[in-house]
């Protein structure tokens, strides 16, 4: 699993039957302080019904797509699992930032 941000839609007027009519998003991979890491664009699918912007969990492996959907069939691999209200940072000593939570603030929660 990892942190994501939504930066696009993906439109495929024909795509896999097994698809079903969830949205294609395109999403970026953030570090834990929220800022995007460098690498490639990743196109998941959407369950939870997310948007541009809304920074997401991913789930990037195809068996987890597949007993999600109970389907051996489906044609994904990258599965948008849920919507990042905040992650909490904690810095450990020696300045090592350690997650503890899911905002990139590194305030105490309130």
């Known amino acids: 699993m990892y942190l994501a941000r939504v930066v696009g839609d993906v439109i495929a007027t024909h795509r896999h039957p097994n698809l079903g009519?969830?949205?294609l998003l395109l999403v970026k991979r953030l570090a834990l302080d929220g800022t995007e890491?460098?690498?490639a664009e990743v196109i998941a699918l959407d369950v939870v019904g997310v948007g541009v912007g809304e920074r997401v969990l991913i789930?990037?492996?195809g068996n987890a797509a597949r007993t999600l959907f109970r389907?051996?069939?489906i044609?994904?691999?990258a599965?948008?699992?849920g919507v990042v209200d905040d992650v909490q940072l904690?810095?450990?000593?020696?300045g090592r930032a350690v997650a503890d939570?899911?905002?990139g603030s590194t305030e105490p929660p309130r």
């Open 90 to 94: 904690h810095v450990a000593e020696g």
């Open 101 to 103: 939570g899911a905002s």
């Open 59 to 61: 789930v990037q492996e």
């Open 79 to 81: 599965v948008i699992a």
């Open 37 to 39: 890491e460098g690498g």
């Open 71 to 73: 389907n051996d069939r």
């Open 75 to 77: 044609p994904v691999q």
């Open 21 to 23: 009519g969830h949205k």
